[in-house]
């Protein structure tokens, strides 16, 4: 059955959309601290990332409108659309509650990973950080950033989102082996064993288990 389509009637969120955008990419620049050029490149496809995401998300549905337009399918134009995975399945309301906090989870837990990643360095002094978050993976803030990345795409799938998110990775999985490769250069053999043991990205199941078992 033909669904009519209703107005886009959510202009007055875009205030939401501008305040959240400029707090994520602020936060964003904050805790990764980019540095070189192509540092500050991967924190600028995230900052794209972001902006594309909560314009569509508070104000104009790009995404809905290009699927509308180009292929047969039926979306009305609702703010809840824009949970585009369970509208194009027909879950309702409940998949989109379940969708949501399914997304959440993952971008929460990328938050935390950015986070914790960020702390400890910031106390390591240029020292060579191997424990907490980093006795679980070398490169916590990237992982988080992946993370959040996965659980938006889960909550909020646009297709600019859905076009930057394989840039994003394939950016900072380079970032993360020249940062290694001048990490052996600086503590040699130190990170080098170090290496050995730490999974570059993801941790091992058992090693959260440990980590999450109380002493």
């Known amino acids: ?76 134009l609702l703010h809840n659309s824009g949970h585009l995975w369970v509208t194009l399945l027909g879950y309702g309301e409940t998949g989109q509650t379940i969708e949501m906090l399914l997304g959440s989870v993952f971008v929460i837990l990328g938050l935390l990973l950015i986070v914790r990643g960020w702390v400890r360095i910031y106390f390591a002094n240029g020292s060579l950080t191997t424990d907490g978050i980093y006795s679980l993976t070398r490169h916590p803030q990237y992982t988080g950033i992946f993370l959040a990345i996965f659980g938006q795409l889960i909550h909020w799938p646009t297709i600019p989102t859905l076009v930057l998110s394989p840039f994003i990775v394939a950016l900072y999985v380079r970032l993360a082996f020249r940062e290694e490769h001048r990490m052996v250069e600086k503590f040699g053999s130190a990170y080098l064993e170090y290496r050995q043991h730490v999974p570059m990205f993801f941790p091992r199941w058992q090693d959260i288990r440990e980590a999450l078992t109380p002493v």
Not at 3 to 31: D, K, N, R
């Open 1 to 76: 059955m033909d669904v009519a389509l209703h107005e886009w009637t959510w202009p007055e969120f875009w205030p939401y959309a501008v305040l959240i955008s400029v707090i994520g990419c602020w936060a964003l620049y904050y805790l990764l601290a980019p540095s070189g050029w192509r540092e500050w490149m991967g924190a600028g496809l995230v900052q794209a990332f972001i902006i594309a995401l909560y314009a569509e998300m508070y104000g104009f549905p790009l995404t809905i409108y290009v699927l509308t337009t180009f292929l047969p399918v039926k979306i009305p």
